[in-house]
């Protein structure tokens, strides 16, 4: 591994996040350099037993009853019953691929995430359809956590019995702001009240835990509005609040009005959001919540343990099943084909429908669990030391340099740890640590 030695300058504070374009940072390095060549390097890992961490399963579910002007995620609208169906049982059939593949052949699954799209516009029978095809596949007996992502008008009472009885855990649903003007004014399909009643619904099942998402800086979104979602929020308390700033990606319905100068109103700087989210946080503090990463505050740290996220920042293992997914194994990024037909002629015919991937080099694979675990607002140098051999506080040692000189870090041989200031604009500081070859480059 390739390490810079430890340098007395300081480096320029990446810009300002842009108007449009994605902020926050899901993968490493950016999706835009996958490539189809490197599909042959996933195969390859496939084929070897490679690792004996925790292997997770993502579930994409690609139906809305609406498209959400900010919405970048693939998702379909207004499809027909059987279209659905036919989905479904391509996701089981790509999941019996997986399972015949050496480094995922009898290997035990820690988590499972229905993500979207809204997985709750499928039926009970659709939902027990998946979960039980995808279980025959590959045993759930060890799974620790099972997240099913909903949107408020699409939850119903019978459905949520469902949830609970194939095993879900975890229920995350999409809020993002308590103002009927403006969840209209965004493109959103519910309303406020929908949000309650969907909420003790909800509460009646018994999950396990219940996060609610929050999205800060909606378009004409002014301070009041949040101030006040915010309180409503906390009135409703749940288990866990996440509040991601929002973002204009270029393939959204936001950024074509933006283009034509017909946005339905204001879009709040980033330094805005920031003050805002630090509102919410500093609000959710006082109400008795703890802030655990760069988006999310939890009621009890103690219960507190979302796998999804730490298992996949932490290196371990994911299978992304369904259209356009993405997942990582045994050091390579894949993504699915990205269009319905062109995912399900795939599966059809036996094959993965992988379109691209990327092998990370040992020195990117630790660039992307170091940048990973920093959204998590710090991080144990020694546990790097253990996992790459490597001294983090010297690879990195400019840019750490820097960050603390821009009092948005603090850092030592036990910890490097972002500061309030720091934690609040993350995912805009990342690229600083990237390999010099990614730090241009688009994100998707
Ligand atoms: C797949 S959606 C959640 C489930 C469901 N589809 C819903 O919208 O209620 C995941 C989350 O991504 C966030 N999100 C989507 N587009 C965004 C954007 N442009 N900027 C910031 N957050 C966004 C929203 O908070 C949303 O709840
Ligand atoms: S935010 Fe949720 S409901 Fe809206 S389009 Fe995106 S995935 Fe669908």
């Avoid at 866990?240 to 270029?250: A, F, L, R």
């Amino acid at each position: 591994m390739t390490v810079c030695a430890t340098a007395s300058t300081t480096l320029p504070l990446p810009a300002e996040e842009p108007v449009v374009g994605n902020y926050f940072v899901a993968a490493y390095p950016p999706f835009s350099v996958w490539n189809p060549d490197d599909v042959s390097a996933f195969e390859s890992a496939l084929s070897e037993w490679s690792s004996t961490t925790p292997l997770g399963v993502y579930v994409h579910v690609p139906f809305c009853q609406k498209k959400c002007d900010y919405c970048y995620y693939l998702s379909y609208i207004g499809q027909k019953p059987e279209v659905v169906d036919r989905y479904i049982d391509s996701v089981v059939r790509e999941m019996v691929l997986y399972a015949e593949r050496p480094a995922v052949n009898g290997r035990p699954i820690s988590f499972v995430y229905f993500g979207g799209g809204t997985p709750s516009t499928l039926t009970s029978s659709q939902v027990r359809r998946l979960g039980n095809g995808l279980r025959s596949a590959l045993a759930w007996d060890a799974v620790e956590e099972v997240t099913f992502e909903c949107a408020p008008r699409s939850v119903r009472r019978d459905f949520l019995e469902t949830l609970f009885e194939i095993g879900v855990t975890r229920l995350s649903m999409g809020v993002q702001s308590f103002d009927n003007i403006l969840l209209k004014l965004n493109g959103r399909i519910h309303l406020a009240e929908d949000v309650r009643r969907a909420y003790r619904e909800i509460q009646q099942t018994g999950f396990d835990w219940v996060n609610l998402d929050l999205m800060v800086g909606l378009i004409g979104e002014t301070r009041a509005q949040w101030r006040d979602s915010v309180r409503q929020m906390i009135e409703l308390s749940p288990d866990s609040v996440t509040i991601y700033q929002t973002e204009i990606p270029y393939n959204t319905q936001l950024y074509s009005d933006l283009k034509t100068n017909r946005l339905p109103g204001a879009v709040a700087s980033w330094a805005e959001k920031r003050e805002r989210l630090s509102y919410a946080f500093g609000k959710l503090n006082g109400a008795g919540y703890t802030v655990v990463n760069a988006y999310a505050a939890v009621k009890d740290p103690a219960r507190h343990r979302f796998r999804y996220q730490d298992y996949l920042w932490h290196g371990h293992d994911m299978l992304g099943l369904g259209v356009a997914s993405f997942g990582y194994l045994g050091g390579v990024h894949y993504q699915n084909a990205a269009t319905l037909e062109s995912y399900e002629s795939a599966v059809a015919e036996g094959f993965l429908p992988v379109k691209r991937a990327y092998r990370l080099s040992d020195y990117d694979q630790l660039v992307r669990e170091f940048i990973l675990q920093l959204k998590l607002g710090g991080l144990n140098p020694t546990d790097f030391r253990n996992k790459f051999g490597v001294d983090i506080l010297e690879v990195f040692g400019t840019q750490l340099k820097t960050l603390a000189a821009a009092r948005l870090l603090t850092y030592s041989a036990s910890s490097v740890l972002l500061t309030n200031e720091g934690l609040l604009q993350v995912d805009r500081l990342l690229p600083l640590f990237y390999n010099a070859q990614y730090q241009e480059v688009r994100y998707t």
